[in-house]
């Protein structure tokens, strides 16, 4: 079963996010997308300060399995990557939603956070997924 966490929002293609007491935002691959993956080998980020739209690719792992492209659940500007996933891209698996976060973002728009799913929908979502 994979692991849910209530204080987090998540998106159709399985990221989440995580609004933070500054008003910027984690965001990372759920467990159930980690899983899914398989072990990951290696992760590519944006780079910092780079504007990212809504649904617009940030990221890329890729996995013994696969490479997938992961999206903006929200717009806006990157203020921070997580420079571990270079030298330990497993920590998405061993940790996906504490070390394993793949960027800090400063929202172009904190009202679009309510398009997300909370963790109860996420959990139906992807049970039917």
């Given amino acids: 079963m994979s692991e849910v966490r209530a204080e987090l929002k998540y998106s159709a293609s399985h990221e989440w ?7 910027s935002v984690l965001i990372g691959i ?3 997308a980690q899983q899914a993956l398989g072990d990951i080998v290696f992760v590519e980020l944006p780079e910092k300060g780079e504007h990212l739209d809504l649904g ?8 013994v399995k696969a ?14 990557l997580n420079q ?22 400063q929202p172009s ?3 679009s956070l309510k398009d997300l799913m909370d963790e109860h929908q ?3 979502y992807f049970k039917d997924d």
């Fill in 17 to 23: 996010i995580r609004l933070e007491a500054d008003g």
């Fill in 30 to 32: 759920t467990d159930y």
């Fill in 56 to 63: 617009a690719e940030i990221a890329i792992v890729e996995s």
């Fill in 67 to 80: 490479a997938s492209d992961i999206y903006a659940p929200i717009s806006g500007e990157v203020l921070e």
């Fill in 84 to 105: 571990n996933l270079s030298l330990e891209p497993s920590l998405i698996n061993d940790s996906p939603y504490d070390l394993g976060w793949l960027l800090r973002l």
């Fill in 109 to 111: 728009d904190l009202e």
């Fill in 122 to 124: 996420y959990e139906n």
